[in-house]
């Protein structure tokens, strides 16, 4: 027999929904690094990102006292991130005003399951420049991917979130999410097969 997982984030909504301001302070500490991460994905804009994650907490306390727990705290976040920041990135197409930051592709402090991590003493030096390469690659990639399968690759890959949540964070089908996943996981291996094959052949 099962037994049901237990949201561990009820406590500390309740005692916001009581009017506790350290809980909420809590949630936003535990959340604030992965909501950062989700919308920089969406909005490719990293002066825009602090301002986006404010914005979604903002609406997050507001919207708090109509949150029922039908489901995980985090999936209802989540979705209200991803609403505001597609919200924005509409908005930015229709006045497209790019600031430097997003013209310099500026992620370098983005922590993603993705990138390669940082090298250990033993690495060589072509060892750990193929390491970068192919990090390169498929961040490249993702960024290449429509809105939707970025969206989807973001929140299975990188967040660790289940088809049934991202189905709930995105508003579709579950068969909807598992096409986005496997189209966007096809992408990346196209973009990522030449490079593999490449240093396949290669002896270091």
Same mark, same amino acid.
């Given at each position: 027999?099962? +037994? ?29 690094? &992965?909501?950062?991460?989700l919308i920089g994905r969406i909005v490719r804009d990293s002066d825009l990102v602090f301002d986006l994650v404010q914005e979604t907490f903002i609406r997050a306390y507001r919207a ?18 991803? *609403? +505001? ?12 005003v790019v600031s430097e930051a997003a013209l310099a592709g500026d992620d370098d402090d983005e922590e993603t399951s993705w990138r390669s991590r940082e090298p250990s003493d033993m690495? +060589? ?9 192919? /990090?390169?690659?498929? *961040? ?15 929140? &299975? ?11 709930? @964070? ?5 068969? +909807? @999410? ?11 291996? /196209? ?7 490449? &240093? ?5």
């Open positions: 027999m099962n +037994t049901p997982q237990v949201d561990p984030d009820v406590e500390l909504v309740e005692r916001v929904k009581r009017g506790d301001q350290k809980a909420f302070e809590m949630l936003v500490l535990k959340y604030q690094r &992965r909501i950062e991460r708090l006292p109509q949150f029922r727990g039908d489901s995980a705290f985090y999936t209802w976040l989540y979705r209200i991130a991803v *609403n +505001t920041a597609k919200k924005a990135a509409i908005e930015l197409r229709r006045d497209p690495a +060589t030096p072509e060892a750990l420049l193929a390491s970068k390469e192919i /990090a390169a690659t498929v *961040n490249a990639a993702i960024d290449a991917l429509s809105e939707d399968l970025r969206q989807a690759i973001t929140l &299975r890959e990188i967040e660790g979130l289940s088809y049934e949540e991202i189905a709930e @964070v995105m508003g579709c089908p579950i068969g +909807t @999410v598992r096409s986005r996943i496997f189209r966007a996981r096809e992408a990346i291996a /196209a973009r990522l097969r030449p490079l593999l094959d490449t &240093r396949e052949g290669e002896r270091w």
